[in-house]
């Protein structure tokens, strides 16, 4: 803990816009390490005398030599680093290039961009948070976005709100671990133990306060069935001593955190989101060789490997030009009914396409073990994940009709009067994620209509959900999509820990790498949405029967 306060300390004094100052604080860290005794530091280390050596400074010199946003950050950091190998310190090295394991690293937006309106995002990144994630440098392709995610991570995570900072930290560690995603449950572990949290809750479950105990169930729910939820669930909530009972504001509050991290996780591992560099994966002290940069738990980019896939070790039968077609098709269709007068089918012929799209898209996904989870000590029920909803049994939930309670019409007042001003964040990701379009697809088509496409990719997510929208042609859903691209974001919605490199490649391989985070931006808003649908909906039905 001490340790960890003191780097937040010592390096905090960049996070500003300010030139002048950024200078004057990087000569006295400049001055720090000059008046350092390097070999003294040495000893230190050898005698386990930790408390006196600055080596676990050294990473983190390491990730803003490389990743900072401010260029001279970037230089003093490198001249210290450089400074201190002259003076026979070992300094750590990367393991892993670049932000992402899927992309190359020339392919994504560099910290040192020339576009002015990314350049401002990556430096609001840097001075809220410390560093400039790997996750924003990746949703640094779409700038809209990126402003938004940033606006709503400062709102729920950074204002003053319903729960009190370690708390926030705590639910979110509890969210990532749902889906073993280590970059975001040790970011968070970082933060609590910053925030004062106890250290002992990082232990075991056992060692928490009972009013946070029972968020381990509604946590297990909204990351892998969610249609389970109901006034029962929540019940425990508002219960018992006063000490362990939730205010509404308090629950939502928890449940939007949980819904972050549990759909941010899928994000990471669906663009292979690499661990930061000042991590425990992201560095090593060991001299660089080919066998160092690989990516845990993802295969590494080489030349080789996206050659060999390029030459087809596989069949890929829905590349780009095919899709152009089939979403022409699909309008030309659509608009021919609409020029006749025809009508889009009943409602039981809608809600049949549903329940056969859901039916015949099941995947084996669910039927394999479910891998070792190394962050138990978060976990209750930890066997519990995704099942097919088409498997569900029917006494557990009926369909979901959107018609009947929806996010525009019912959802933001409800959660708007909740969590005061939360609504329009929430909104703001859900709009531009799905209206995000540059009408274009693959580099080399433009003046495309991509509307199609994104809702079938939202309503697929929703579909696998429960969630049924009568005024959908479910029909859609499989005439636009193909099978490796439903694979893949079934995928990264309900099993993300189990993505691969080969699963990424497969679906439109000529797709541009910033349509790909497109993508996993569709599918982490609507299933954001789903859960919060079928949470915000019991909550409600709880408030009717109290009054």
């Known amino acids: 803990m001490q340790e960890n306060s003191q780097l937040h300390l010592f390096f905090a004094t960049l996070q500003t816009k300010d030139a002048s100052q950024r200078r004057n604080y990087l000569d006295e860290i ?74 190359p690293e020339n392919e994504c937006v560099a910290v040192d961009t020339d576009d002015v309106e990314k350049q401002s995002l990556f430096a609001d990144a840097f001075i809220m948070n410390g560093r400039l994630s790997h996750i924003h440098q990746i949703l640094g392709y779409h700038v809209k976005y990126l402003s938004q995610f940033l606006s709503f991570e400062s709102k729920l995570l950074h204002q003053n709100g319903p729960l009190q900072q370690s708390w926030i930290y705590y639910i979110g560690i509890i969210g990532a671990a749902r889906h073993q995603c280590s970059l975001l449950v040790e970011e968070c572990e970082r933060k609590f133990m910053l925030c004062d949290g106890d250290p002992d809750w990082l232990d075991s479950i056992e060692n928490i306060p009972n009013k946070l105990k029972k968020l381990f169930t509604l946590n297990k729910l909204l990351a892998h069935q969610p249609w389970l939820i109901n006034v029962d669930v929540l019940k425990d909530f508002f219960t018992g001593p006063a000490e362990e009972t939730w205010s509404m504001s308090e629950l939502l509050h928890a449940i939007l955190v949980l819904l972050h991290f549990q759909t941010l996780s899928g994000f990471i591992f669906g663009c292979g989101i690499n661990p930061e560099i000042d991590s425990r994966k992201g560095h090593t002290k060991r001299s660089p060789s080919s066998g160092e940069y690989t990516s845990g738990g993802s295969e590494p ?57 859901a039916e015949t898209n099941q995947h084996e996904m669910e039927e ?66 799905f209206d995000l379009t540059y009408n274009s697809m693959g580099g080399n088509y433009t003046d495309v209509d991509t509307s199609k496409f994104r809702l079938a990719t939202w309503n697929y997510i929703h579909l696998i959900y429960g969630i049924f929208h009568d005024d959908y042609l479910y029909v859609e859903v499989n005439k636009l999509l193909e099978k490796p691209y439903k694979s893949y974001i079934k995928k990264v919605a309900c099993f993300p820990e189990r993505i691969t490199f080969l ?35 019991a909550l409600m039905k709880h408030m009717d029967n109290k009054n």
Not at 78 to 86: G, S
Not at 395 to 410: G, P
Not at 509 to 534: T, W
């Open 30 to 103: 400049e001055k720090e390490f000059d008046d350092a005794d390097p070999v003294n530091d040495n000893n230190n280390l050898q005698n386990g005398n930790h408390a006196n050596s600055k080596s676990s400074f050294y990473p983190v010199l390491l990730r803003l030599a490389h990743e900072c946003p401010f260029k001279d950050v970037r230089q003093s950091c490198e001249k210290i680093l450089k400074y201190l190998e002259n003076q026979g310190v070992r300094i750590p090295r990367r393991r892993l290039v670049g932000p992402s394991a899927f992309i």
């Open 301 to 357: 980019i080489t030349p080789t490997k996206i050659g060999r896939v390029k030459a087809g070790s596989f069949v890929d039968d829905s590349s780009t030009q095919q899709l152009f077609e089939k979403m022409l098709k699909v309008q030309e269709e659509y608009e021919l009914s609409s020029q006749d007068g025809e009508d889009d089918g009943t409602d039981d012929e809608k809600l049949r396409q549903f329940k056969e799209v």
């Open 368 to 433: 394999f073990d479910t891998p070792q989870n190394r962050f138990n000590q978060y976990l209750d029920d930890k066997q519990f994940h995704y099942k097919e909803y088409a498997k569900r049994e029917k006494k557990d939930t009926e369909v979901f009709r959107a018609h009947d309670y929806n996010w525009q019409e019912h959802c933001f007042a409800f959660v708007n009067r909740l969590y005061p001003n939360i609504g329009p964040y929430l909104d703001g990701k859900f709009n531009c994620s």
């Open 503 to 537: 699963d990424y490649w497969e679906f439109y391989s000529d797709f541009l790498p910033s349509e790909k985070v497109h993508i996993n931006l569709l599918v982490l808003e609507s299933r954001f949405q789903a859960a919060l649908l079928y949470v915000s909906r």
